[in-house]
């Protein structure tokens, strides 16, 4: 929020971090590694985003070595021009065979992949274990293969980690690859730990502890959500940054470098989405995605190695409440927002002195209304939160690589510390001591407007905000939880999904501490994008304790409910046995029920301005934490239906 521009303008920009800023790298932590398969682009392209992001290294795939048009030569000297190292040559598969024939042309094939890893820069290369029907299935065999293999590789000077992938033909388990390998017996040969491989399956990973010192050659690591699939397309098309799944990362973390382990931690991704995004976002959501979870590793384990320093990034202070809302509309649609609040009993209290900003409030309840850019119809463009640091979290979403708002403050305006959240949202940190109110101090007072006496019946004020509901682009929905959950320490939920009218829709909320700030993101299908439907420009829910009385209140008002089928209401009477006088009253005001063992939910929603931005006023009883999702078909079902005439 400030007087020269929205969240999305032209007068104020975002100021990217440096990599290495907030002195977050320490002189034993583990390097930092991701590999070339996460990313999408050209190979040039995604060293370049590594680069950025602030890596230390990156994992050379084949097929991105083989689509270049750089010889091996020629992209080590661009690696080390972007001040990288290549950590790792990958994958060599299927390197044992029942058939002798099969294990000389391997033999051969390695050769040739160990000089490729020596011009590369690398004396790494991954060796996966067997998917084959022709994979050996004796230990013993299968050590004298192995060992074979490292001959060759130590005839080279190269070293190979051999993983367990956890669809392997006959080693498909850490334990059992580091038995194999300890067989195998040879310098050249070591272990390969991915978390994914670990954790798809199941395994604990205290046996980490029991791997031979200095037998872990490297170290992946991939969070993902538990889905009820087969793990190889789960590992194909569902890995994601740790943080964005559902692993216990940091409970891995902790053993493996509990374990003495003092190579890279290198992200490795399959995922369709990421495939898809620029790969300079990614490789930022990969650094954040590490440096939040170095942070939450050792601050939760201060008894891990001495070795591994304590964490480096500013704590998260508590996000105690909301300050305000901001909502963007062209001079075109901004009269409709504030009409919209005035009916929902928000009263003008300040003109920006140096802007087009009206504050508008409702008791505690402040929405910031900018109508500076014609370019926008309405959308929730900031959100303006309270906190006793708010310095402090500023530059913890710096070192988190949050692009940091570079804006014009002018004389005697309050300075908020500000950063832009992955879809371009403002995200302002306010001081919740009195005297943090100096950003109020910036709205002169508007004229008292006379405000009708509400009915018997229709005393109901909002109490505050619920959630601010904020759409995604398609590929950006697991980045932009990631961001809120290290950034404002918010605690994500799982991942829900509702049918719409143009198909699925995800959302995911992300809590503060006791509920006070709640953050909902949602992704359309790309189906409705296509059509050239608007993804959304997100909503604001409001609380009350009565949404019965606040929707009479708004309908006074003038206001217009979404309407709701008259279905709806006869199926809510079928599941929920509900008093005929309170169901009459639920559907003369066209509020939504939900229900749930600890509570329940009441909520209506405003017909959308421009079809887009609209308000939902929610009321919350008992312990319901959800957000009423069995309704969402309804509510967007009615959204999307042609304005009345």
């Known amino acids: 929020m400030d007087g020269g521009t929205t969240a999305h303008g032209t007068a104020a920009r975002a100021q990217a971090v440096p990599a290495g800023a907030g002195g977050f790298r320490g002189t034993h932590e583990l390097r930092t590694s991701i590999a070339t398969v996460c990313l999408a682009g050209t190979l040039d392209e995604k060293l370049r985003a590594v680069a950025a992001a602030g890596f230390d290294a990156v994992e050379v795939f084949e097929p991105d070595l083989l689509a270049s048009p750089e010889s091996p030569a020629a992209l080590r000297r661009r690696v080390e021009d972007l ?39 690398t004396d790494l290369v991954l060796v996966c274990s067997a998917v084959h029907p022709g994979a050996v299935r004796d230990d013993a065999l299968l050590a004298e293969q192995l060992h074979a293999a490292a001959e060759v590789a130590a005839s080279h000077g190269v070293r190979l980690a051999y993983e367990a992938l956890a669809w392997g033909a006959h080693v498909s388990d850490y334990r059992h690859a580091a038995r194999v390998v300890a067989a195998a017996d040879h310098p050249a040969l070591g272990n390969c730990l991915d978390s994914f491989h670990v ?111 304590a964490p480096s990034l500013p704590r998260a202070p508590a996000v105690r409440s909301w300050a305000f809302t901001e909502v963007s509309a062209s001079p075109a649609t901004a009269g409709a927002v504030t009409g919209l609040l005035a009916q929902l009993g928000f009263t003008c209290a300040g003109r920006h002195r140096s802007g087009p900003l009206e504050l508008w409030s409702s008791g505690d309840v402040r929405v910031v209304v900018n109508s ?46 500000s950063v832009v959240a992955p879809d371009g949202t403002w995200v302002q940190f306010c001081a919740d001591e009195p005297a943090g109110d100096g950003w109020l101090a ?77 953050v909902v993101l949602s992704v359309a299908p790309t189906s409705a994008m296509l059509r050239g439907r608007p993804p959304g420009a997100g909503h604001i829910a409001f609380a009350t304790d009565d949404a019965l009385a606040a929707a009479r209140a708004f309908r006074r008002a003038g206001g217009r409910p979404l309407p709701v089928p008259g279905n709806y209401y006869d199926d809510l009477e079928a599941r929920f046995g509900l008093d005929e006088g309170f169901l009459a009253q639920l559907r003369e005001n066209s509020v939504l029920y939900d229900r749930d063992a600890d509570g329940e939910l009441l909520h209506f929603s405003t017909r959308s301005v421009s079809r887009e931005f609209f308000v939902e006023v929610v009321q919350r009883t008992g312990g319901y934490r959800g957000l009423g999702e069995a309704n969402a078909p309804v509510r967007m079902a009615a959204q999307a239906a042609p304005p009345p005439a």
């Open 83 to 121: 001040g990288l190292a290549v950590s790792l040559f990958q994958p060599f598969r299927d390197v044992d065979d029942v058939d002798p024939a099969a294990v000389a042309r391997n033999a051969h094939r390695l050769h040739r992949k160990c000089e490729l890893a020596l011009e590369l820069g």
């Open 199 to 309: 954790l798809s399956r199941g395994d604990d990973p205290a046996g980490i502890a029991g791997i031979a010192p200095g037998k872990v050659f490297f170290y992946q690591i991939a969070d993902a959500p538990k889905l009820s699939m087969d793990v190889l397309p789960l590992s194909r098309h569902h890995r994601c940054f740790p943080g964005q799944g559902e692993f216990d990362l940091e409970g891995f973390h902790a053993a493996v470098v509990g374990s003495g382990y003092r190579g890279p931690v290198s992200l490795e991704v399959f995922n369709d989405l990421a495939r898809q995004a620029d790969p300079a976002t990614t490789a930022v959501d990969g650094m954040r995605s590490l440096r939040h979870l170095r942070d939450r590793t050792f601050r939760h384990r201060p008894s891990l190695p001495p070795a591994s320093p």
């Open 372 to 417: 500076r850019r014609d370019d926008v119809r309405a959308q929730v463009s900031a959100l303006g939160l309270a906190t006793p640091h708010p310095h402090a979290l500023h530059e913890r979403a710096r070192t988190l690589l949050a692009p940091a708002v570079d804006r014009a403050v002018g004389p005697g305006e309050a300075e908020i510390p």
């Open 442 to 518: 910036d709205f002169a007072p508007c004229p008292p407007a006379p405000v009708p006496a509400p009915r018997e019946g229709e005393r109901a004020a909002l109490t505050g905000v619920d959630h601010v509901a904020l759409p995604q682009r398609f590929a950006g929905f697991d980045g932009a939880a990631l961001f809120f959950t290290s950034v404002l320490g918010l605690d994500p939920s799982p991942t829900s999904v509702v049918p719409g009218p143009a198909g699925l829709v995800r959302t995911r909320a992300l809590t503060s501490a006791g509920d006070a700030v709640r």
